[in-house]
Nanobody
């Protein structure tokens, strides 16, 4: 059974940085496109970024392009989201998503979610 576990969230000031990690188990990780979604308070879950199986191709939501970077290490079964230049509107629960339909279709596997709060 696939399990995705996120880490690295927390409270950061505007303009700051955080790096999220998502480690997969029970999973043939390098067979799956991976991605991140987020759910801001009172809003629907939305797409953030995705990465192909080999890591050679990435896509981003317009709202994070140029500030966020998705990457993966298939030797560690881990996908990352480096978030720079954080804004208050980036405040959300961030979810790792596995087995995505590339580039943006939600996959069936989800992590438990991790809180990111951007506030002074």
């Amino acid at each position: 059974q696939a399990q995705l576990v996120e880490s690295g969230g927390g409270l950061v000031q505007p303009g700051g940085s955080l790096k999220l990690s998502c480690t997969a188990s029970g999973y043939t990780f390098n067979n799956h496109h991976m991605g991140w979604f987020r759910q801001p308070p009172g809003k629907e879950r939305e797409y953030v970024a995705s990465i192909s199986r080999t890591g050679t191709t990435t896509y981003y939501a317009d709202s994070v392009k140029g500030r966020f970077t998705i990457s993966r290490d298939n030797t560690k079964n881990t996908v990352y989201l480096q978030m720079n230049g954080l804004k208050p509107e980036d405040t959300a629960i961030y979810y790792c998503n596995g087995n995505m339909g590339f580039p943006r279709r939600r996959g069936e596997d989800w992590g438990q979610g991790i809180q990111v709060t951007v506030s002074s």
